[in-house]
């Protein structure tokens, strides 16, 4: 296995990861990074055999304790942040990832969230009234949308809206790689401020109960013991961040692609005018953005026990109990060996089973809301400017890469 060091928080890397990634796909496609002390994979078919694979997970803390690992105690900075990470789903594995995913997963069936196709509707056609035909597309649309929705959904008033994206983009900081004391403390205090909004919220629905998950979640607590109230607070949390992050960045990164792109551009635009927005072109264009720039393009696994992984081309590579390996989604959705073309922007690929939404245990759950989410979006958006062009001289992303997304996009009528 090839050892490398590969510069996640470069902004050249940020601002097109792909290059680097097709290079690595072709020299290195399993590697060891010293500085990050991980494995990486670039291949699909190797990414998707190891979300499959149950001797990894996303949680190690079941199977070694930190001491068992050698590990240094953990920064009693971060505690708050760890003791919420160790609470909601995205960092349990079964039985209790069961337990906690099987309490939310009707609220985001397919079916239920159809329903509010109208809503988001309304909030979209709200977004843009006062928009013009110059705009940032990332202020006044993509980055509002997803947050109004998911607050709404889990019934957090107005009031507390304001707060929060910073502190999501506070707490999802300690997700990057080779983060420092400063985001641990921001990242801390936001779990504690917003874990003190929601305890709020939930004595609010011990008295009143309401339509939204909250309330929902806050029966469920107290019909017995499949769910603490500290599950509770950490889980919603969790929706309140996954609910948008990605879909923002997905939004800007489906416009971007179509900017660059003036053919894709014209047809979706065209079907716009002509067809609703849970037209086929829409749905399998969605899928094309969603694969042609991943949101989230890497999400890594710690390994449960020592044992030997044959690549699909054969290599044999040995992962050791304790290690953490990290999956490049985002080289995964432009492998040739899976997709056609793989870098070019195809609306009407059919065969796009990309890694976007991961793979395995825990597949997003949010998947059917950002579809939709980006559906209205795009649709209401071509409407309104459908012949486009970019207005930024230059883009600029946020200095993270595991959550890679433009800071602003100024989009104008042509
Ligand atoms: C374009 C938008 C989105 C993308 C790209 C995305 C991507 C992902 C990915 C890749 C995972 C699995 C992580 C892993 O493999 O380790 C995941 C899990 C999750 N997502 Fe999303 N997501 C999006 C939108 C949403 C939305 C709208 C929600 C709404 C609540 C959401 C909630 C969650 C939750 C709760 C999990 C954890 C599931 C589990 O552990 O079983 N996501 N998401």
Same mark, same amino acid.
């Not at 985001?108 to 709200?126: D, H, K, M, P, Y």
């Not at 300690?174 to 983060?179: K, S």
């Not at 939930?202 to 599950?231: C, N, Q, W």
């Not at 609910?243 to 923002?248: D, L």
């Given at each position: 296995?090839?050892?490398?060091?590969?510069?996640?928080?470069?902004?050249?890397?940020?601002?097109?990861?792909?290059?680097?990634?097709?290079?690595?796909? #072709?020299?290195?496609?399993?590697?060891?990074?010293?500085?990050?002390?991980?494995?990486? &994979?670039?291949?699909? &078919?190797?990414?998707?055999?190891?979300?499959? #694979? =149950? /001797?990894?997970?996303?949680?190690?803390?079941?199977?070694?304790? =930190?001491?068992?690992?050698?590990?240094?105690?953990? !920064?009693?900075?971060?505690?708050?942040?760890? #003791?919420?990470?160790?609470?909601?789903?995205?960092?349990?594995?079964?039985?209790?990832?069961?337990?906690?995913?099987?309490?939310?997963?009707?609220?985001?069936?397919?079916?239920?969230?159809?329903?509010?196709?109208?809503?988001?509707?309304?909030?979209?056609?709200?977004?843009?009234?006062?928009?013009?035909?110059?705009?940032?597309?990332?202020?006044?649309?993509?980055?509002?949308?997803?947050?109004?929705?998911?607050?709404?959904?889990?019934?957090?008033?107005? %009031?507390? =809206?304001?707060?929060?994206?910073?502190?999501?983009?506070?707490?999802?900081?300690?997700?990057?790689?080779?983060?420092?004391?400063?985001?641990?403390?921001?990242?801390?205090?936001?779990?504690?401020?917003?874990?003190?909004?929601? /305890?709020?919220?939930?004595?609010?629905?011990?008295?009143?109960?309401?339509?939204?998950?909250?309330?929902?979640?806050?029966?469920?607590?107290?019909?017995?013991?499949?769910?603490?109230?500290?599950?509770?607070?950490?889980?919603?949390?969790?929706?309140?961040?996954?609910?948008?992050?990605?879909?923002? *960045?997905?939004?800007?990164?489906?416009? $971007?692609?179509?900017?660059? !792109?003036?053919?894709? =551009?014209?047809?979706?635009?065209?079907?716009?005018?002509?067809?609703? !927005?849970?037209?086929?072109?829409?749905?399998?264009?969605?899928?094309?953005?969603?694969? @042609?720039?991943?949101?989230?393009?890497?999400?890594?696994?710690?390994?449960?026990?020592?044992?030997?992984?044959?690549?699909?081309?054969?290599?044999?590579?040995?992962?050791?109990?304790?290690?953490?390996?990290?999956?490049?989604?985002?080289?995964?959705?432009? #492998?040739?060996?899976? @997709?056609?073309?793989?870098?070019?922007?195809?609306?009407?690929?059919?065969? !796009?089973?990309? $890694?976007? &939404?991961? $793979?395995?245990?825990?597949?997003?759950?949010? %998947?059917?809301?950002?579809?939709?989410?980006?559906?209205?979006?795009?649709?209401?958006?071509?409407?309104?400017?459908?012949?486009?062009?970019?207005? *930024?001289?230059?883009?600029?992303?946020?200095?993270?890469?595991?959550?890679?997304?433009?800071?602003?996009?100024?989009?104008?009528?042509?």
């Amino acid at each position: 296995m090839k050892r490398l060091h590969l510069k996640l928080n470069d902004p050249a890397f940020i601002l097109n990861p792909y290059p680097k990634l097709e290079l690595l796909r #072709d020299t290195a496609p399993v590697f060891w990074d010293e500085v990050w002390g991980k494995t990486f &994979f670039l291949r699909y &078919f190797d990414i998707a055999a190891l979300l499959r #694979d =149950r /001797r990894l997970g996303r949680s190690l803390s079941n199977v070694l304790s =930190r001491d068992e690992l050698g590990f240094p105690p953990q !920064n009693p900075l971060q505690k708050p942040f760890d #003791d919420f990470q160790a609470l909601h789903m995205l960092d349990r594995e079964p039985p209790d990832h069961t337990r906690l995913r099987s309490l939310v997963q009707k609220a985001f069936t397919v079916s239920r969230v159809e329903n509010l196709r109208e809503r988001i509707e309304g909030i979209v056609a709200q977004l843009l009234e006062g928009a013009g035909t110059s705009f940032d597309v990332h202020g006044v649309l993509a980055e509002p949308l997803p947050v109004q929705v998911i607050a709404e959904l889990l019934g957090v008033p107005e %009031a507390f =809206r304001a707060q929060l994206r910073p502190w999501s983009s506070a707490i999802v900081k300690l997700y990057e790689l080779g983060y420092g004391e400063i985001d641990m403390i921001a990242a801390s205090n936001a779990v504690l401020e917003f874990s003190e909004m929601l /305890r709020g919220l939930v004595e609010e629905r011990r008295i009143k109960a309401s339509d939204d998950l909250i309330s929902d979640l806050v029966r469920v607590e107290e019909a017995g013991e499949r769910l603490t109230e500290a599950e509770l607070i950490a889980n919603c949390i969790l929706f309140l961040n996954a609910g948008h992050e990605a879909t923002v *960045n997905g939004t800007t990164g489906a416009i $971007l692609a179509l900017s660059q !792109n003036d053919d894709a =551009r014209d047809l979706l635009a065209t079907e716009a005018a002509t067809n609703p !927005n849970n037209s086929n072109l829409f749905k399998t264009a969605i899928e094309e953005f969603l694969r @042609f720039d991943t949101p989230l393009p890497m999400f890594e696994r710690w390994v449960l026990e020592d044992f030997e992984f044959t690549t699909k081309l054969g290599e044999v590579v040995l992962l050791k109990k304790g290690q953490e390996v990290a999956l490049m989604y985002a080289s995964g959705n432009r #492998d040739p060996r899976k @997709f056609s073309n793989p870098d070019s922007l195809e609306l009407s690929r059919s065969e !796009n089973a990309h $890694l976007t &939404f991961g $793979l395995g245990t825990h597949y997003c759950i949010g %998947a059917p809301l950002a579809r939709l989410e980006m559906q209205v979006a795009l649709h209401s958006f071509l409407k309104k400017i459908p012949d486009f062009k970019l207005e *930024n001289s230059d883009l600029e992303y946020g200095n993270g890469f595991v959550i890679r997304g433009l800071k602003s996009l100024h989009v104008a009528r042509i």
